[in-house]
Each structure stands twice: as C-alpha cells, then as structure tokens.
C-alpha cells in the first residue's frame, strides 16, 4: 500500500528514543512523575496535554536542554536532534542562511543550507534579513534550519502555535512531506487534536505527570471519518474537553 503523508510505516527495528520513569518537579512541585515512551526511527508521534501539563518540560528533557530531570531510568535520545519552536528563534543580525548554517562545521553545509530552504520554499530568499520574512515564512527557516542538521529525531514544540489557521495548514502539509522525505522520528507538542490525528501514528495524552492515553492512529484515517471522530472524542475527553451533549464521567 502507498504511504500516505505523515503516516509512515516505521521500522520494525529498535527505538531511537527511548525513556523509563522519567520525573521532574519545580520547587517541590511534580510536574513529571512518572514518563516511559519509546519512539522508533520514522516515527510520528503528536503529544497534546492541558496547560501546565508538562509537555514543554518534556520536550526539554529529550533535547537535552535541561540538566535537573530526574528518573531512575534511562534517557536514551539520538545525538542529531533538532528542535523546533513556536517561535523561529532566528538571530535578527544574521542572514538567513548565516542563521540556518549556524554551528554547523561541516564544508558542505552551506550548500545544505541552501538546498533546505529550497525544500522549505524560501530558495532564492538566503540573503534577507529575518525581519523581512512573514511569521508562516520564519516558520519555515526554522524547519530549514532542522533539516539541515539532518536529523534522526525531531522535537517540535507547537511549531505552528503562532500562525493563521490557512499558513498553518499549509506548514502541516510541508511537516508532512519534509519526513516523507527524510524519515526522521518526529514528537510533536501540540494543543490541536486535528493536528495530531492528521499528522501523526500514535498520540499521547500526558496528564498528572504520566502518559494518561496512547492512541494508535491508522494510516488511512483520512478515509475513515467515523474513527477519525471516535479518535477525536477520545482524546477530547482525555483531555478534559466535553462537547455540547456529552457528559463529564461521574467521578
Ligand atoms: N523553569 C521553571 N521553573 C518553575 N516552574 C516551571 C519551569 N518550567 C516549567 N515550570 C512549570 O511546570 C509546569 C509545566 O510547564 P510546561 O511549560 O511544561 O507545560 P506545557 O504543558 O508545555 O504548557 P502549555 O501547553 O501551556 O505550553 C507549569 O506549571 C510551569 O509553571
């Protein structure tokens, strides 16, 4: 069967993300008890959560971007990361293919430089400045800035936060064939159940500090609108969102 976009088959080989009884707190306060996830090479996975949930905490933690993260398990993440923010975080002091290029030593990656924003649509565009880019476009330098460190995972943290609901369908779209293309394992922090159904083959739900719900999304869900709908009631309600009619469960 043809692969659809955002629904890769990942390999039937060992995770490349792989993390046990992960816990963080701030100030005595738990924000992360108890975290095990595994994520295969190719791997899509959405993980939505409240406000406050712990999802950037998170994120962090995988990336390496904070050093207090406590478990007394493993934290197993690939050395190629790139991370994805909601906001670009490109440096206004440098050109764009200067920003996308950074840190990276390697002699070719200028030429990689420039052939990712070709990828992401921006060819042409290496010499502006950031300022002059829109927010759907510096959005994309961001995800050209990621592809050119050729990664194997891929942490995004609601990438497409700050967008226009037309821009940000047309990022999902671009998300979706940049790892059709170079397969990296994907998390993706997100607050749009839409988001996450649409892009991804698993999503979890994190709440309490754990992994409240994992849902394996099936590669043709696009065709399926009753288990799209069902999928959609059930993160909704893990979520603590309940639609007119519906009840909350007794308690
Ligand atoms: N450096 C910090 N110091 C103190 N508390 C922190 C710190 N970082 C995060 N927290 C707290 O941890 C909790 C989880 O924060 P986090 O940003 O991970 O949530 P989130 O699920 O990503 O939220 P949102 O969806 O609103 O972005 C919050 O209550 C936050 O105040």
Redesign the pocket.
């Known amino acids: 069967m043809a692969q659809q976009p955002g629904q890769l088959s990942p390999e039937k080989s060992e995770p490349i993300v792989s993390i046990s009884r992960l816990a963080?707190s701030?100030?005595g306060?738990q924000?992360l008890s108890n975290i095990n996830l595994t994520i295969k090479p190719g791997e899509f996975v959405a993980l939505l959560?409240?406000?406050?949930?712990?999802?950037?905490?998170?994120?962090?933690a995988l990336a390496h971007l904070d050093s207090q993260v406590a478990g007394s398990g493993a934290l197993r993440v690939p050395e190629n990361c790139a991370v994805a923010f909601q906001d670009s975080r490109l440096l206004p002091w440098l050109r764009l293919l200067d920003n996308i290029v950074l840190g990276e030593r390697s002699r070719n990656s200028r030429s990689r430089g420039l052939q990712a924003l070709a990828e992401v649509g921006l060819g042409g565009r290496e010499n502006d400045w950031p300022n002059t880019l829109s927010g759907g476009e510096q959005q994309r330098a961001a995800l050209a800035r990621c592809l050119v460190r050729q990664p194997a995972l891929l942490l995004a943290?609601?990438p497409f936060g700050a967008l226009d609901a037309l821009t940000r369908l047309n990022m999902q779209a671009l998300l979706q064939q940049l790892c059709l293309q170079h397969q990296p394992a994907v998390l993706l922090?997100t607050?749009d159940v839409d988001e996450a159904i649409s892009l991804s083959q698993r999503v979890i739900v994190?709440e309490n500090g754990e992994i409240a719900l994992e849902l394996a999304i099936e590669p043709d869900i696009h065709q399926l609108p009753e288990v799209r709908q069902q999928h959609r009631q059930r993160l909704l309600s893990a979520l603590g969102v309940y639609s007119v009619g519906s009840s909350p469960p007794a308690h």
């Open positions: 963080r701030f100030d306060r924000v959560g409240r406000s406050g949930s712990g999802k950037s905490t998170l994120l962090k943290d609601e922090v607050h994190l």
